[in-house]
């Protein structure tokens, strides 16, 4: 295998951790009210979904071939994604907060 399939297949794993991430957390906002047995079925068949759909993608770019790094790259992917959805959530709140500060300061005001 060639350094640019290398290079092409690693930064796919990378972003494939980051689409994961983000269908596991769908997933678990959708079924969180459902029963146990509805939950675990329901997760069992997403990650054979997206597993599946991990390999046929990897056949495709570069014949099939598994390598540490790629899977590396993606648990890499995946906890990134965590790390930046937590930032994100953190701005998102403090700007209601702000935002509710500034709605109950006018209101002083007048």
Not at 54 to 76: Q, V
């Amino acid at each position: 295998m060639d350094a640019k399939t290398q290079i092409i297949v690693l930064l796919f794993s990378y972003f494939y951790g980051f689409f994961f991430f983000y269908l596991a957390y769908i997933n678990k906002k959708i079924i969180d009210k459902q029963n146990r047995i509805y939950r675990s079925i329901i997760t069992i068949l997403m990650m054979y979904n997206i597993v599946l759909l991990y390999i046929i993608i990897i056949y495709k770019l570069n014949n099939g071939k598994f390598h540490l790094y790629f899977f590396i790259m993606l648990i890499l992917g995946f906890y990134s994604s965590i790390k930046i959805t937590k930032k994100m959530l953190k701005n998102v709140k403090l700007l209601c907060l702000l935002e509710k500060i500034k709605k109950k300061c006018y209101t002083i005001k007048k």
